[in-house]
């Protein structure tokens, strides 16, 4: 099995048509059917189901396909990296980041690199703290802006920034209407909660109660902090999330929001794998980064 084979797979399971992933690929449909058939008798089991208008990826497809793109994507990372060696600070920085402040803080690091390395360029990847931690473990990511507390002894990183909790509360609750500006544990006890599907931060999030006596009820939990948003709008409940998610909240949507008391802060860290040599080229973004915030 080689990258060719990977990449003809992989672009027919895109496609799911022999014929168009032919045409992409510049190739004639023979010659792409028969690497197919070559790579299913070297695997010993059969990767696409050929049906007259389109085909369908067995269970052995879709792995290979989601392990395929894993591999096509390091194999891009090596040439870059190996460029970077040859013809000094350029190439691609694969950085991963969570979607509260995560964007937000790329932007500013890569606003500021950039003016000192023309030549770099960038793939940003969204995810959880735990899809992230997968990817640095893997070798698809350089770096991740990420969440404390950390779900891997694999990571190793630098503090960056820091952020309170907040209460997203549909606008015709009661709490909503109430004139305070903070909302506390026995408040929100009683409500249907969503929150991050993070395992490790359910766990923290379920600490914050232990004094109210009673157990949070999780209605939902979810990756991404613009669901949230959406669900709370709906009167779905009440979402616990970084204050950061507020600026990018609509003035016109039907939330209102509270800090939380007494006040809950999480830190954000840029990470990497400490059992992988990082490239020079986030080796230099790590020790800028640092200069942003005067640490050594």
């Keep these: 099995m080689d990258l060719r084979q990977i990449r003809y797979f992989i672009t027919v399971a895109e496609e799911r048509n ?5 045409e992409k690929l510049n190739l004639s449909q023979p010659p792409l059917s028969r690497a197919l058939m070559e790579l299913e008798d070297e695997l010993g089991c059969t990767l696409l189901i050929r049906g007259k208008r389109h085909v369908t990826l067995t269970p052995e497809g879709l792995a290979l396909k989601r392990r395929g793109e894993q591999l096509l994507a390091l194999s ?13 600070m350029s190439g691609t920085l694969y950085l991963g980041h969570v979607d509260s402040g995560g964007p937000s803080l790329a932007a500013e690091w890569i606003q500021s690199f950039s003016r000192a390395f023309p030549n770099v360029t960038y793939n940003l ?6 899809d992230l931690t997968d ?24 503090p960056v920034f820091s952020e309170s909790w907040i209460a997203i509360i549909p606008k015709s609750h009661p709490i909503a209407r109430s004139k305070k500006d903070t909302v506390s544990m026995n408040e ?18 379920r600490t914050w109660f232990k004094d109210t006596g009673k157990e949070p009820h999780f209605i939902v939990k979810t990756a991404h902090s613009s669901n949230a948003v959406h669900l709370v709008a709906r ?41 992988k040599a990082f490239s020079a080229l986030a080796g230099n973004f790590i020790e800028h980064v640092k200069g942003l915030y005067g640490l050594e």
């Design 235 to 275: 009167d779905i409940g009440i979402a616990i999330f970084t204050a950061s998610v507020a600026k990018n909240i609509p003035a016109d949507e039907d939330v209102v929001i509270k800090k939380i008391t007494p006040e809950k802060t999480v830190k954000y860290l840029l990470s990497w794998n400490k059992e």
């Design 135 to 158: 990817r640095l473990r893997s070798g698809l990511l350089d770096l991740a802006i990420t969440l404390s507390p950390s779900s891997s002894d694999l990571l190793e990183g630098i």
């Design 18 to 22: 022999i014929t168009r992933a032919a």
């Design 76 to 88: 891009d990372m090596t040439k870059a990296e190996i460029s970077e060696m040859k013809n000094g």
């Design 188 to 205: 929100l006890i009683d409500n249907d909660l969503i929150i991050s599907s993070r395992r490790s931060r359910e766990e923290e999030i």
């Design 125 to 130: 990847w969204c995810g959880t703290v735990d």
